[in-house]
């Protein structure tokens, strides 16, 4: 076997590095940079990454299953996160038990610190557009009853309750991709004032 590095696992999958986008579209708004923070520096090495993780639950056990956190940003010890879900007939889909340890760990980090959770349920999304929209609500929304928990397709022909929760795009907030930029920096901001 061969040793690990124990150098940072995102220097080592992301490279910052400039990459200069020419934009024909005058109408369109320019991003505050032509460039991505973070970008994928090996993408093989990125998705052999993940694939290795698969290997870990085999036939014959008894756990199954598994997820991750989507985004993790923490900062003078503030936590944002930040959970990716796809819309399917204008609804996303999240696992119960993904659900309930979002809720937990927002339950802990705010005992301790602050932790904003956000749950954004985007279409065929372009990051590179400021003004592509996404959808989204905050775990305060959630567990203070703002958004339905749903465990039941209230449009589907069907009533048997799923191992999900279904949450309407109509009952999120729609937000800008530069909006949400801007919350972001804005919340990165308060935990700069928070020590």
């Known amino acids: ?16 590095r400039s990459s200069v986008r020419t934009r024909q579209d005058v109408n369109q708004t320019v991003r505050k940079s032509p460039k991505s923070k973070y970008q994928i520096f090996d993408e093989i090495e990125f998705t052999r990454g993940r694939e290795v993780l698969g290997d870990l639950i ?20 503030g936590f944002i996160i930040l959970e990716f ?35 954004i349920g985007c279409d065929d999304i372009d ?5 592509s929209t996404v959808y989204m609500f905050e775990m305060n929304q959630w567990r203070t009853g703002g958004i339905s928990k749903n465990t039941t397709d209230i449009f589907g022909n069907y009533s048997n309750k799923q191992n999900k929760f279904i949450v309407y795009r109509e009952h999120m907030n729609e937000i800008s991709i530069e909006e949400l930029r801007h919350l972001i920096d804005a919340h990165w901001k308060e935990f700069e004032n928070v020590k």
């Open 1 to 16: 076997m061969l040793p690990v590095e124990t150098s940072d696992l995102i220097e080592n999958l992301y490279e910052k």
């Open 58 to 77: 085999v036939h014959g056990m008894i756990a199954s299953g598994g997820t991750d956190i989507d985004w993790m940003i923490e900062h003078d010890g």
């Open 85 to 119: 879900k796809g819309f399917h007939d204008d609804k996303i889909n999240i696992a119960k038990g993904q659900m309930i340890a979002y809720e937990k760990l927002h339950e802990k980090l705010n005992m301790a610190t602050k932790c904003y959770l956000y749950i």
């Open 127 to 131: 990051f590179t557009n400021p003004d």
